[in-house]
């Protein structure tokens, strides 16, 4: 279709794009690539805090704001088909009308930044599991969150490339990349401070060491199942319903051995009471054995000898 000289791109229906970007990802896979791709459940992209937190850092300015909407429907319908995370850069492909490569550099975070961020955080994040989570005190996550000085980037520290042919820099590729990060920190906090080149475990540096003995017994609300822990740090946790048979089995096992030890004659005095019967019966069927078959009168004779 053209207007005024513009031609207007094919209406692509959304199977068309979901089938597409299998294709796409199909062919990846194949040449031996270690795909990643973004898999978002039903209509929200991001649902947790880390999440949630760089996706609403992005929108809240206004050179991102008008052109991220573009990437929602890419990001919701699979079509980007890799995302891949490390220090400083963000490397993804996505699956259009062709399958375009973006990449998107992101400054660290300057030492004094973070050095400023982890003091004012001191004291009040009790674990790296409560901060992996987002649960977090109200200050503390307003701190994190906020704009210029926080953890998350300023449009400043992005810069944003993209093989396809638009000239916008942030095109919908672009953008469906940037919602795709927010979805990867929902399964994997760890990659927002990976990104940043920073380490997580500073901000529990100055932690009160006396306020996290005093609760080291949380509520039952507060402590994670092993399902919970291995979600959460993608760890393969032994079932700790199976540890107790074990030492129940040992502990079996002595009691009966101290039995016998408290007790040998009783051991010795079994084993002839198990022979007794045995022989005994074998002497009656010895007896039954010797006495002629047919001779009634030898069973009478004995008794007369008794009787005289």
């Keep these: 279709m053209r207007d005024y000289g513009y031609e207007w791109p094919e209406y692509v229906s959304v199977a068309?794009?979901?089938?597409?970007?299998?294709?796409?990802?199909?062919?990846?896979?194949?040449?031996?690539?270690?795909?990643?791709?973004?898999?978002?459940?039903?209509?929200?992209?991001?649902k947790n805090f880390w999440g949630l937190s760089w996706c609403s850092n992005l929108e809240r300015y206004s050179d991102f704001a008008s052109r991220l909407p573009r990437g929602r429907s890419y990001v919701r319908n699979g079509c980007?088909?890799?995302?891949?995370?490390?220090?400083?850069?963000?490397?993804?492909?996505?699956?259009?009308?062709?399958?375009?490569?973006?990449?998107i550099t992101i400054a660290p975070v300057a030492a004094k930044r973070w050095r400023a961020i982890c003091t004012d955080c001191a004291g009040t994040i009790d674990s790296l599991v409560e901060l992996l989570q987002g649960r977090l005190a109200k200050n503390v996550m307003d701190r994190v969150c906020r704009e210029g000085d926080g953890l998350f980037p300023a449009p400043g520290e992005i810069k944003l490339s993209c093989s396809c042919p638009d000239s916008a820099d942030m095109c919908k590729h672009v953008a469906a990349?940037?919602?795709?990060?927010?979805?990867?920190?929902?399964?994997?906090?760890?990659?927002?401070?990976?990104?940043?080149?920073?380490?997580?475990?500073?901000?529990?540096?100055?932690?009160?060491?006396?306020?996290?003995?005093?609760?080291?017994?949380?509520?039952?609300?507060?402590?994670?199942?092993?399902?919970?822990?291995?979600?959460?740090?993608?760890?393969?946790?032994?079932?700790?319903?199976?540890?107790?048979?074990?030492?129940a089995a040992k502990?079996?096992?002595?009691?009966r051995s101290s039995k016998k030890d408290a007790t040998p004659g009783?051991?010795?005095?079994?084993?002839?009471?198990?022979?007794?019967?045995?022989?005994?019966?074998?002497?009656?069927?010895?007896?039954?054995?010797?006495?002629?078959?047919?001779?009634?009168?030898?069973?009478?004779?004995?008794?007369?000898?008794?009787?005289?």
């Design 16 to 46: 068309d794009k979901r089938r597409q970007a299998e294709k796409e990802l199909a062919k990846l896979r194949k040449k031996g690539h270690a795909a990643a791709p973004v898999i978002v459940q039903g209509q929200k992209i991001v």
């Design 80 to 103: 980007v088909i890799d995302l891949q995370i490390e220090k400083g850069k963000i490397k993804a492909k996505v699956s259009g009308s062709e399958l375009y490569t973006v990449a």
């Design 177 to 247: 990349t940037l919602y795709g990060v927010g979805a990867r920190l929902d399964e994997a906090p760890r990659l927002l401070f990976a990104l940043r080149g920073v380490d997580e475990s500073d901000l529990l540096a100055g932690a009160d060491q006396g306020a996290m003995v005093s609760r080291a017994a949380p509520a039952s609300g507060m402590v994670l199942a092993g399902g919970d822990m291995a979600a959460l740090f993608g760890l393969d946790m032994a079932d700790a319903s199976d540890a107790p048979a074990p030492s």
């Design 251 to 255: 502990s079996a096992g002595p009691r």
């Design 266 to 308: 009783v051991q010795r005095a079994g084993a002839p009471r198990n022979d007794l019967p045995q022989k005994s019966a074998g002497a009656r069927k010895g007896k039954a054995a010797k006495t002629p078959l047919g001779k009634t009168a030898a069973g009478t004779r004995p008794a007369r000898r008794k009787r005289g």
